[in-house]
Nanobody
């Protein structure tokens, strides 16, 4: 079984930065793809950034150039560096792990609020 714990959320002013972390339990991490999703009030959960087990990354157009996803396999942790934050980035951010056979696991989420 896999458990994911997000941290690093908080309240920041527009233009500021935050670094989110997601720590995973178990040995499956280094062979799994990881992703960050977010969900605002009354909205669906959308993919923000992802990183494969080999380090290939993808970003939503809305965050490209501002956010960076990375992973540290020695620490079983994936990160999301968020720069030049905007009020529309306000959401609950969720970490997702997908095993090599396609089984997904979700974290509990961490709140990010960007004030204008």
């Amino acid at each position: 079984q896999v458990q994911l714990v997000e941290s690093g959320g908080g309240l920041v002013q527009a233009g500021g930065s935050l670094r989110l972390s997601c720590a995973a339990s178990g040995s499956i991490f280094r062979t799994s793809a990881m992703g960050w999703y977010r969900q605002g009030p009354g909205l669906q959960r959308d993919m923000v950034a992802s990183i494969s087990s080999g380090g290939n990354t993808n970003y939503a157009d809305s965050v490209k150039g501002r956010f960076t996803v990375s992973r540290d396999n020695a620490k079983n942790t994936v990160y999301l560096e968020m720069n030049s934050l905007k009020p529309e980035d306000t959401a609950v951010y969720y970490c997702k792990l997908v095993t090599p056979f396609g089984m997904p696991y979700w974290g509990q989420g961490t709140q990010v609020t960007v004030s204008s």
